[in-house]
Each structure stands twice: as structure tokens, then as C-alpha cells.
């Protein structure tokens, strides 16, 4: 199905698919398990791999010189476009957009490291503002004789949808005929079409459920219909297998990237019992998801939970914690040291 669609090698697969009994026990599953797609491998991994994989093979089958992508100061899908293009041998242009870019942190320090030329937008995050100062920057390296490859938000294209698709024939590999119940977080969307569609072709009796990051319902559902339909096409599959009867949620996140409590607790839960790591942005938000709908019961316990961990390891290191505001640490001067040793 996917052998005559191009693809260039830029993450470690099939990542692990692991237990994590201590966290099932917790939220009262009888089985959990973690895709730890946050180990595909390309400059500490996550989802954006597997899209570019087939994104960036459309440039470099079509002779691109350079690589335009868009997020938000602290993207993901930047940091991974930026590494990518290096290993690939693209110049790579990021335009990005948010709050106060004065300190350069986390996934942004990453870009600046890869030699990305930034353009940002201080204080905006606004999807068209994004794009209409890509397709500018588009426009003047064309002029000038350049050939840039215009990559979308999120690389949510039908190209990058194929990256999601092909991740459920590798989950297909991993749990058999098992009745499964795939959990995901959802933003641009590709992420969540690729897991829908590709669930509808290897996994059938999967049960699928996003929960967003940044975007309502509606707008999902009409999203993520257009990317699986693209994706569909370009596997040359029919339009039966679009799969739309996904559960979705769009109640645990406040505004996009904004820290919120019930985040903070899952993400916490899920270090002290698993030793895993969840960002506040995009993973410890689905997770947070994933406690409510079980505690509530909402979930059937009987059937395995699987939660794509997508990564976002970058934006862990990219706040501040104040050490009074922990209060698991002791500080010690050295003269109470001294007096310890006699
Ligand atoms: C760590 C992480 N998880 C999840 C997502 C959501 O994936 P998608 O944009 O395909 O919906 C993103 C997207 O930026 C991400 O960076």
C-alpha cells in the first residue's frame, strides 16, 4: 500500500509499545499501555517524525532547496522540521509565533542549534498570520531564484497524515487481533486522521479517541475529514474506510500551551509511577483526559488502553521552577554540613 509513495528514513521504528501497569492499576484499567512514539529518534523524537517522513520526501523528490515551516515559539513540529532538514541538507526557514521570544529556551534553543533563519511574530499565534508571513518569505526567495517547500502547520497534510496511517500498520504488528482502545491528543489534526484512518485499515475493531490541545470539536471533525480523505487518495484506498465515529474532547485544555492544573497532577502521577515523562502542552493534557474518562467511568476497563506518547520532551525544559516552590527539597548551607561530619 505504501511502497510506491516516497519516504526518506529519519526516525527509529517500530518505537516500544509498553506497559504501564502501575499507572492502569492507579486509574482502575486492567491494562494500559504507551506507544512511545517520544522515541522515534530524530533530535529527542515525537509524532513529527513519522509525517516528515513522507512530508519531506515530496521536497526532495521535487528538487526543493529549502524547507518554510510555522508553529508556535515552542513547536514541536519547528524543531523537528529544523533537524530534518539538516539531516537532509535543506536550509530551513521557521516562522513562529507567541509571547515573548526574548530568552531563547527549549525547543527554540534546539532551532537556533539546527541554524534555523527565524521570523516571528511577538504576540501572535494566529494560524493566518503564520501562513501569510510564510508565503511572503515564499515569495521573496522565489524571487531571488530559491526554491522553498511551503510546509503547513503541524505538517498536517494528506503527505504527513500518511506518517499516522503507517504508525497504526506498526501498532497492528504489536498487539495482534486485541479489542484496543487508542488514545491520542489532538492539535493540527494529523496526528488524529492518520490514527483514524489507519485504525480503519489495520486495526478495525479499534476504538479511537482524541483529545485536543488548541481546537473545538467541529473544527476537528472537518479538519481531520479532509486529511484522511487526502491521505485515502494518495493510498489509493477507498473513501469507505474514512473513519469518523472517533470520540473527541475538547474540555481539557483552557487556550493553547496555557499550563492547567489537571495537566500538571496527570503528568506528575505518571513520573512518580512510571518514571515517563508528559509536556504540558500536548501529552500530560491528553493524559489528563485519559484519568478523567476512567475515574468517571467513561471507559470500558475490560478493553486495553493504548496512549500515543508524542512527545514534546524539548518544551519540559523551557520553564522555570522556583525551588521554594518545591517542596520536596531541602537546602543545606555548608556550615550545618560541617557540623553533620562531627
Ligand atoms: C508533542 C505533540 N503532541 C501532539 C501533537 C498534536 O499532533 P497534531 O498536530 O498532528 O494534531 C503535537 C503537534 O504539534 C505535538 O508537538
Known amino acids: 500500500m505504501f511502497s510506491k509513495i516516497p519516504r526518506v528514513k529519519l526516525s527509529n521504528l517500530p518505537t516500544p509499545l ?87 529556551k527549549g525547543n527554540l ?26 508565503h511572503a518569505w515564499r515569495d521573496e526567495l522565489a524571487a531571488q531564484g530559491k526554491k522553498p517547500y511551503v510546509l503547513p502547520l503541524g ?16 501498532l497492528a504488528g504489536q498487539t495482534g487481533n486485541e479489542r484496543v482502545h487508542i488514545f491520542t491528543p489532538v492539535s493540527s489534526c494529523g496526528t488524529l486522521a492518520g490514527v483514524a484512518l489507519g485504525a480503519s485499515l489495520f486495526i478495525p475493531n479499534a476504538e479511537v479517541t482524541g483529545i485536543s490541545v488548541s481546537r473545538k470539536n467541529d473544527e476537528i471533525r472537518e479538519i481531520t475529514k479532509e486529511l484522511q ?20 474532547y475538547d ?6 500551551a496555557k499550563p492547567v492544573k489537571i495537566a500538571r497532577e496527570a503528568a506528575d502521577d505518571c513520573a512518580r509511577l512510571e518514571g ?23 471507559l470500558r476497563k475490560d478493553v486495553p488502553v493504548i496512549f ?15 525551588c521554594e516552590d518545591y517542596p520536596n527539597i531541602t537546602k543545606l548551607t555548608p556550615d550545618e554540613v560541617r557540623r553533620l561530619r562531627k
Not at 534553543?109 to 510564510?134: H, K, P, V, W
Not at 493510498?235 to 472517533?246: P, T
Open 18 to 104: 509498553e506497559p504501564a501497569d502501575k499507572l492502569a492499576f492507579h486509574l482502575g484499567l486492567e491494562k494500559l499501555l504507551i506507544k512511545r512514539d517520544d522515541l522515534t529518534g530524530l533530535a529527542f523524537g515525537g509524532n513529527k517524525a513519522r509525517k516528515l517522513e513522507f512530508e519531506l520526501a515530496q521536497a526532495i523528490a521535487g528538487g526543493y532547496d529549502s524547507v518554510i515551516t510555522v508553529g508556535a515559539q515552542q513547536s514541536n513540529h519547528a524543531r523537528m522540521t529544523a533537524a530534518a532538514a539538516c539531516k537532509l541538507g535543506l536550509d530551513v526557514k521557521l516562522v513562529l509565533g507567541g509571547k515573548d521570544f526574548a530568552e531563547i
Open 109 to 134: 534553543l534546539l532551532d537556533t542549534m539546527f541554524g534555523a533563519e527565524i521570523r516571528y511574530i511577538n504576540g501572535s499565534n494566529e494560524d493566518e498570520d503564520l501562513a501569510t508571513l510564510q
Open 155 to 170: 505538517g498536517s497534510t494528506p503527505y504527513g497524515t500518511l506518517g499516522y496511517v503507517k504508525a497504526m500498520e506498526e
Open 229 to 248: 480523505l487526502g491521505a485515502a487518495a494518495l493510498l489509493g484506498v477507498s473513501e469507505a474506510f474514512i473513519f469518523e465515529k472517533y470520540n473527541l
Open 251 to 256: 474540555n481539557y485544555f483552557e487556550e493553547y
Open 276 to 298: 515517563l515523562i508528559f509536556d504540558q502542552v500536548y501529552t500530560a493534557k491528553a493524559m489528563a483526559g485519559l484519568f478523567d474518562l476512567a475515574r468517571t467511568g467513561a
Open 308 to 322: 500515543i506518547h508524542t512527545g514534546g520532551m524539548p518544551e519540559v525544559f523551557s520553564g522555570t521552577l522556583l
